[in-house]
C-alpha cells in the first residue's frame, strides 16, 4: 500500500475483489480506530453470494479486515484468503479423496 493520503468516503461503494479476481463485496461503510486514526475493517455488502452464502440470504454484511487489503485503486483487491471462507462442495471433497 503506498502512502496517498485521501479521503476515506471515497472508499465507500467501491467493488472489493480477491487477487485471484474473484467478486467479493461492496464497500458500504468503514470500521475506524479513531485514537490511532486508522481504518480497522471495511464492512462489505452486496456480497459474493457463492462466497458469503448465509451472510447474503439473510442481507447481512461482514467485515474484512484491513491489513488483508492490497490494493486500492478504482476496485480494491483483497488477498485470496477471503476465498477460503466458502466451504468446499461435496463433490469438491470426493475429488480430493479420490
Known amino acids: ?16 475483489y480477491s487477487n485471484n ?7 458500504e461503510d468503514l470500521q475506524l480506530n479513531v485514537d490511532s486514526e486508522t481504518i480497522q475493517g471495511l464492512a462489505l455488502g452486496n456480497l459474493n453470494s457463492e462466497l458469503f452464502s448465509e451472510e447474503a440470504k439473510i442481507g447481512q454484511g461482514v467485515i474484512v479486515p484491513y ?13 485470496d484468503v477471503i476465498e477460503r471462507v466458502r466451504e468446499p462442495d461435496e463433490e469438491e471433497e470426493d475429488e480430493i479423496v479420490a
Open 67 to 79: 491489513r488483508w487489503v492490497r490494493s486500492v485503486g478504482d476496485v480494491i483487491l483483497v488477498n
Open 1 to 16: 500500500m503506498d502512502d496517498t493520503h485521501q479521503e476515506i468516503t471515497s472508499l465507500v461503494g467501491r467493488e472489493v
Open 21 to 27: 479476481g474473484v467478486f467479493v463485496g461492496e464497500v
